[in-house]
Every structure is written in C-alpha cells, then in structure tokens.
T-cell receptor, first 117, second 114 residues
Framework: GESVGLHLPTLSVQEGDNSIINCAYSNSASDYFIWYKQESGKGPQFIIDIRSNMDKRQGQRVTVLLNKTVKHLSLQIAATQPGDSAVYFC????????????????FGKGTHLIIQP | KAGVTQTPRYLIKTRGQQVTLSCSPISGHRSVSWYQQTPGQGLQFLFEYFSETQRNKGNFPGRFSGRQFSNSRSEMNVSTLELGDSALYLC?????????????FGPGTRLLVL
C-alpha cells in the first residue's frame, strides 16, 4: 500500500485542552480513512472514520477533518482527558475495485499523545 | 457482544520453530484480517480471509500463512521462525468483505523469537 504518515511522533497537551493530531496520505485513490487509538498492551481501538466524499465527521469529543486537496487528515479531541493517553494511528483504504474484498488497511507510524496534568 | 479474541496472548519460540496463532472474530463477522506490528515497521497487513478463502495478501514471505474455518475463526501460521518475526500479531474482524467496513481489533498475540 501507499504510505500514510503522521507529522509528529509525540504530542504533549495539557489536560482539558483540545488536541489535534495530523496525518498525511500519499495515494489520491484512498477513499476511506480511519483513526485508531492504541493503549499500551492492547489492540487498536476504532475511534472514528470518514469517507472521501466527506470533509468532516464528528463523534463524541472527536472530529475528523479530511482535506483531499492536500491529502491531509486530522483528528481533533476536545477537552483532552487522562484516558486519552495512547498512540493514535490513521489508516486508509484504497478505492474499491469490482468484487469487493477487505483489503488491508495501510497504517501510519502513530502519534503518542501524552496528557500533562 | 464479545470482542475479537486472540490466543495465546504471549508466546516464546526459538528460531526455526513454527507457531500457530488463533483468532475468534466478533459474532456475525465473516471477514478476518491479520496484521503484524513492530516498532520499526509499524502495523503491516498480512492477509484477509472471508468465507474460508484468502482474498488479499500483504507483502510477506510464504512462511506466513493462514486459514479460516466455517465458523469464521481464523488461524495464522509462521514456519521456520526468524528473530525478525518477533512482533505483536493482531487480528481484526469486520462484518463483510466490502471496503469501508470497520475492522475491530483483538488484543493481539505477542510473539518473541529467541
């Protein structure tokens, strides 16, 4: 797959502040994007997803923004809490060919979000 | 509804041995994907199964193989283990093979090759 990267390996924020985690992807054919959160010793946990026909999607305390022009994806976490400490991964899927099939997600390297008290 | 389960959680093997890891998907999920996670390479796609058929495969050598049973449970096998195979192996399940179906991950099996 194509590379999906995150801008910063580590992001430190104060508890209660908003966090913004960025991701750049390289393949313009990517049509589905997902953010996962991975806590130490656990598997990735789904946070939110967005399809290429959208530019914004909101969940509970999280918002994903997609800018297809510059191939950039961001995850915004409102009012960051200690439980938000984790590594955050963006992942993408390429465009759907006929026949379907769950092709593998291509993951970025991850950003470690650290919450300062 | 129970999540994705993987067994064993931890495993220590020596070079040259082979290993089999097991994954039970979320009830009703028919697609199972496997990923390898290492500090250096991050999360990488191994393969995906649906209805007992491998539909897609990542860029890994033939030593890595898998299968899926009629109840959607899946196993992956690594033969002739190498030190570089030490990693967290993650299984993810989704409802159907259509793209864009959210994949839910299990806790992983941590394999250490000595």
């Amino acid at each position: 797959g194509e590379s999906v990267g995150l801008h910063l390996p580590t992001l430190s924020v104060q508890e209660g502040d908003n966090s913004i985690i960025n991701c750049a992807y390289s393949n313009s054919a990517s049509d589905y994007f997902i953010w996962y959160k991975q806590e130490s010793g656990k598997g990735p946990q789904f946070i939110i997803d967005i399809r290429s026909n959208m530019d914004k999607r909101q969940g509970q305390r999280v918002t994903v923004l997609l800018n297809k022009t510059v191939k950039h994806l961001s995850l915004q976490i409102a009012a960051t809490q200690p439980g938000d400490s984790a590594v955050y991964f963006c992942a993408d899927l390429l465009g759907v060919p006929s026949g379907g099939g769950a092709d593998g997600l291509t993951f970025g390297k991850g950003t470690h979000l650290i919450i300062q008290p | 509804k129970a999540g994705v389960t993987q067994t064993p959680r931890y495993l220590i093997k020596t070079r040259g041995q082979q290993v089999t890891l097991s994954c039970s998907p979320i009830s009703g999920h028919r697609s199972v994907s496997w990923y390898q996670q290492t500090p250096g390479q991050g999360l990488q796609f191994l393969f995906e199964y649906f209805s007992e058929t491998q539909r897609n495969k990542g860029n890994f050598p033939g030593r890595f193989s898998g299968r899926q049973f009629s109840n959607s449970r899946s196993e992956m096998n690594v033969s002739t283990l190498e030190l570089g195979d030490s990693a967290l192996y993650l299984c993810a399940s989704s409802l159907a093979p259509d793209r864009g179906e959210t994949q839910y991950f299990g806790p992983g099996t941590r394999l250490l090759v000595l």
